[in-house]
Each structure stands twice: as structure tokens, then as C-alpha cells.
């Protein structure tokens, strides 16, 4: 659990483009996203690793709630884990985020109290299932980055 503490601690700045790249190390994971909801109820893209495949990048800049994964996690006020997107058949995620390899992801909300501001999304390329204490702890993370984010 100091782990955990540790990384809460590190995720007090302002700096998204930091936190995202704390999360990432300490998850161990290849690419990630955060994205804000702005004034047309939509997410928009904030914060990106690199690595991410230009047609994914480019789907992933402006998302609807309740599509794909980032948009599910924002609608749902809840963790989206797919060990595969590839596998998915959901109809809401789009095309280009199937169109790479396969893909281990997970994506939860950035809360504020709760109201959902945002959400933060880690990947690895190939299959990797995140365990409950991850999605707990990934969270806890998104609640201090969208304190971060005011």
C-alpha cells in the first residue's frame, strides 16, 4: 500500500502531462490518455503518450460519452477494463481502436467527488487483464488528478 500512497503523493501536479507519464511507470504500462470533459459534454484529449497509433490518436481526440472506452468509463462512473479491445463487440468502440495489435487496457473515470471530469486510460500492447486493486488504485489516482485539474 506505501506504493500506492507514493503515487498519490507524486500525482499532486498540475502538470497532466507528468501525471500521465507517473501512472504509466508505475503501472508499467506502454500508452496512455487523459482526456477532459468540456463545455460540450464531450472528452476531449489533454494528455497523450507516445506510441499510440495515429488512428486511434486521431479517434481519441474528441469522444462522446458512452463510446468506447473512455467514453464508457466516463458515462458508466466506472472502471472499463478489456483485457482486448480486438475481442470487443460492442459497436460503440470505433473501428481504429481495433485496427493495432492487440491491446490490454483499462480506463476510469477522473472524479471529483462525483462528478465525472475526465478519465485517464493506460495500455500495454498485447493482452494484459488489470486486477481489481489495480482498477481501485488507478481510481484513487483519477480522483487526485481531477483535484489536480480543478
Wanted: proline fraction near 5%; hydrophobic fraction near 40%.
Amino acid at each position: 500500500m506505501a506504493q500506492g500512497m507514493d503515487l498519490l503523493e507524486a500525482l499532486k501536479t498540475k502538470d497532466l502531462d507528468q501525471a500521465l507519464k507517473t501512472v504509466i511507470a508505475h503501472f508499467k504500462c506502454e500508452i496512455g490518455t487523459i482526456h477532459k470533459i468540456e463545455s460540450d459534454g464531450k472528452l476531449h484529449l489533454r494528455a497523450h503518450t507516445a506510441g499510440i497509433p495515429d488512428p486511434i490518436l486521431e479517434a481519441s481526440k474528441v469522444i462522446p460519452l458512452g463510446k468506447g472506452i473512455a467514453g464508457r468509463a466516463a458515462q458508466n462512473k466506472k472502471p472499463t477494463n478489456m483485457k482486448s479491445l480486438q475481442a470487443d463487440t460492442d459497436p460503440r468502440i470505433p473501428i481504429a481502436a481495433k485496427a493495432d495489435d492487440t491491446i490490454g487496457a483499462v480506463c476510469v473515470p477522473l472524479l471529483d467527488g462525483d462528478k465525472v471530469v475526465g478519465t485517464i486510460g493506460i495500455a500495454v500492447k498485447g493482452e494484459r487483464a488489470f486486477s481489481p486493486g489495480e482498477e481501485e488504485l488507478l481510481t484513487s489516482a483519477g480522483r487526485v488528478i481531477a483535484q489536480q485539474m480543478g
